[in-house]
């Protein structure tokens, strides 16, 4: 190969002075060749490559396959055969017509191989045709085709900085046309080459590149921009999912729109295209407000908008998590329908466009969600059925479904999930390869009972996880499994998030027995793992799972079995594995269960776990500082303390030090369940011929005050810690009215609740706490 032109070839030596006063070129024993003298010889010797770039594809019109030249050769024998063309001992300026012919071909067939080394390979082939015309020979003419050629095969070799290299590619051969027109100059094409492939980054920083080659493309002589070179910038922004990408595309529209109003050139006319990237850069947004910003411009359009657009609006609401945003996307639904049933057949809703409105609903958590993307299912396969094949539901829509029962709070939502998938796989075993249940589909079944605490939910849970594991290549989790399924289900193996799920289920469940059930599904995933299965490695997550259903049970000894895992957790991740890191949420779990322990010393032992906390914090690890979970679980460890009068006295100085800690933090603040739990600990652990129980209650609950911080839960505290301290802390009219134990929230002064939600009526009496959030 011969030496990079950025080496040895750069634009100022492409004409070097010689001794004599008058500058001559480097080929200085030859004449200059003109273009046209350089086009009559290429007829004469049979080289391709006209050096006009409006013949941009006359050199590739040669090639022998319409797959490329050389489509036959593996990849390394092509490029044994390119390096035997680039190491030929013929001095620079010798290169036979054939021999450049052969060049060009190769150049053709890396732009055509998505293979690592295609566009080192093509720029070095390129190199080597411009060192040829440095040197004067005359049958060497690099076009604008070629240049754009071996910018594709950058973008297509897929390496991390193939975008980057085909822009030091446009800008090494500009360079070279600036000094020396005979060189190619840099066609619109190939400046559409290289945006696109900054788009294919799907990244921020690549997009702002492609507006950057855009601008630039504008300040070229004859501003040759086309909507097409607009489109993919736009494309850029929409790919990156950047926060800012949907606000960055809009403004890059509208500057689209003024360059064709100030122009009137139909070249640079927003498009269909145009509007539906915009849409969809907000839908990968994400961003507060996007939905409406999408569902705007929809509305804007000068264009007709066609299903795509629609979608995209669809796409949009379904990932904005906005209030009601389920019903806009069923809205848009609505419009396609009577839309396409009027004569507008581009705007007839396909499969995409019903499964981004299940998605909207799947992600609103509405009650009925489930029974609305069920009903939505129905009617595709009604449609199907009546020979619209495009309506056909596949995977993904019964996946989505199931889904949206999982997120939704109806009751039996669950089992109706359940049944969704029990359908799917009577539909895959009756032939239709388009509906297959995955571990997708098992898991999203297996996490709508996971959130149901209706009976029984954890045992179907773990149930699936069963079926899941008969489903594995060879069953070889656990044996004997109950309902063995069909072959034609054997596809489905349990991942990390089925058996993380399966523990969750039994965590979130009231089953007296769920600490050890979560620890027997636990050690299935830990034995699976040793024995070689690395996908179930268990994490942070996984502990943190088994934590919370050790948390949550009153079976003695729990609270150490927590602490246990929780010093496991820190083994994990001192030897290594980062994974295991213990974070909050495992503090938080652990403290929990030391307060649900009927241990005297639980208040010392969530105090010891709160002061390790904020040590590790000291030393440089932010991720462990206590938060108000922290905080507020300690107060509870204290408020639920019972035993001796040494005893109590003990928990109460802890709640104090934890709540005067808290109220120094500069990081957390105190909210109202903070402040009904200290209140709680103080008229629990204090005597009540302590002098400080009534100055703690009532300084607190003036503090509360101050903060905006008193919810239902603190009058609650307050009227059972003491009774003649509430009716005289509230104002006057209000206390009159605590006398008969009636007070509603929306009497308390709104500067007082500010911070919190506003309750019902509170009655001090009631057994249960109406009131808590």
């Given amino acids: ?14 004409h070097t002075p010689t001794s004599s006063s008058t500058s001559t070129p480097m080929h200085s024993t030859k004449e200059d060749v003109s273009l046209d003298q350089v086009r009559k010889k290429n007829a004469k010797f049979g080289s391709v490559g006209s050096g006009n770039a409006s013949d941009d594809d006359d050199w590739l019109v040669r090639t022998s396959d319409a797959r490329g030249a050389h489509a036959e050769l593996s990849v390394s024998k092509l490029q044994a055969l390119t390096n035997k063309h680039l190491k030929k001992r013929r001095p620079l300026g010798q290169l036979k017509g054939s021999e450049i012919h052969e060049l060009t071909r190769l150049l053709s067939s ?25 040197a004067g020979n005359v049958r060497a003419v690099p076009t604008a085709s070629m240049l754009n050629t071996a910018l594709n095969a950058w973008t297509k070799s897929g390496v991390k900085d193939g975008a980057q290299r085909s822009l030091k590619l446009l800008d090494r051969v500009n360079g070279f046309h600036l000094q020396d027109e005979s060189y190619p100059r840099p066609d619109t094409q190939c400046f559409f080459t290289v945006m696109s492939s900054f788009a294919k980054r799907k990244d921020y920083q690549a997009a702002q590149t492609a507006e950057k080659l855009l601008v630039r493309l504008g300040d070229l002589p004859g501003n040759e921009r086309q909507a097409k070179h607009f489109n993919v910038a736009l494309n850029a922004y929409a790919e990156s999912g950047h926060a800012r990408s949907g606000e960055m595309a809009e403004r890059l529209l509208e500057s689209m729109a003024e360059l064709y109003r100030t122009t009137g050139d139909d070249n640079v006319k927003p498009e269909l295209r145009s509007f539906n990237t915009v849409i969809k850069a907000h839908a990968r947004s994400k961003r507060k407000g996007s939905a409406q910003r999408a569902a705007s411009i929809l509305s804007s ?4 908008p066609d299903k795509i657009t629609y979608s995209s609006c669809i796409d949009a609401w379904s990932k904005s998590g906005a209030k009601g945003a ?48 069920e009903r939505l299912l129905d009617e595709m396969q009604k449609l199907s059925g009546a020979g619209d094949e495009e309506m056909q539901p596949d995977t993904w829509t019964y996946n989505t479904c ?61 149930e699936l996880l069963e079926r899941m594991e008969s489903l594995s290549p060879a069953g070889r989790y656990i044996k004997n499994v109950r309902n063995v399924p069909p072959q034609a289900l054997r596809n489905v193996q349990p991942d990390k998030i089925s058996f993380n799920t399966a523990i969750y289920s039994w965590a979130n469940s009231n089953d007296m027995l769920s600490a050890a059930r979560a620890d027997g599904i636990f050690q299935r995933m830990l034995a699976a793992y040793k024995a070689g299965d690395d996908a179930l490695k268990p994490d942070v997550t996984t502990y943190n799972s088994l934590l919370t259903a050790w948390s949550r049970t009153p079976s003695p000894g729990a609270a150490e079995k927590a602490e246990e895992i929780l010093e496991h957790m820190f083994e994990l991740s001192e030897a ?36 390790r906390m904020n040590g590790l914090a000291e030393s440089g690890d932010d991720s462990l500082r206590p938060n108000i979970f922290i905080y507020g679980a300690v107060l509870n460890a204290c408020a ?13 100085t802890i709640a104090i030090e934890t ?78 009215k605590a006398v008969y134990g009636m007070i509603g929230m929306d009497e308390i002064p709104q500067k007082w609740k500010r911070n919190v939600r506003v309750g019902k009526n509170f009655r001090p009496s009631a057994r249960k706490d109406n009131f808590r959030r």
């Fill in 1 to 14: 190969r011969c030496p990079p032109i950025s080496s040895t070839l750069s634009p100022h030596s492409l």
């Fill in 110 to 134: 890396w732009s055509k191989r998505a293979v690592t080394e295609s566009g080192q390979m093509a720029e070095a082939i390129l190199d080597r045709i411009i060192a040829e015309r440095s």
């Fill in 301 to 304: 359009m000068e264009t007709e």
């Fill in 326 to 373: 389920a019903h806009k996307a069923e809205g848009i639904l609505k419009e396609m329908k009577a839309l396409s049933l009027n004569g507008h057949l581009d705007c007839k809703p396909d499969r995409i466009c019903y499964n981004a409105v299940i998605n909207a609903l799947a992600t609103s958590s509405e009650q009925d969600a489930g029974e609305r993307s």
């Fill in 402 to 462: 199931i889904k949206a029962y999982a997120n939704s709070s109806g009751r039996g939502a669950a089992r109706k999930g359940l049944r969704l998938l029990k359908k799917m796989e009577s539909i895959h075993i009756a032939g239709n390869p388009n509906v297959t249940p995955d571990v997708y589909s098992y898991n999203s079944c297996m996490n709508g009972f996971a959130k149901s605490r209706e009976g029984g939910s954890a045992q179907m849970a773990e």
């Fill in 576 to 611: 290594g594995d980062r994974d295991c890191r213990p974070d909050r949420q495992s503090f938080t779990s652990v403290i929990n269960a030391w307060a649900k322990s009927r241990n005297p010393s639980k208040a010392q032992n969530a105090q010891r776990l709160l002061r």
């Fill in 640 to 652: 639920f303390t019972y035993g001796k009068k040494a005893v109590k006295e003990r928990a109460l």
């Fill in 659 to 736: 709540f005067k800690e808290l109220n120094r933090s500069p990081d957390v603040q105190s909210n109202d369940i903070t402040y009904a739990t200290f209140m709680r600990a103080v008229s629990t652990l204090a005597e009540r011929d302590d002098p400080r129980r009534d100055h703690l209650i009532e300084h607190v609950f003036r503090q509360c005050c101050k903060d905006g911080q008193v919810s239902a839960s603190v009058l609650k505290q307050l009227s059972k810690g003491v009774p003649h301290l509430y009716i005289s802390l509230l104002p006057s009219t209000l206390g009159k």
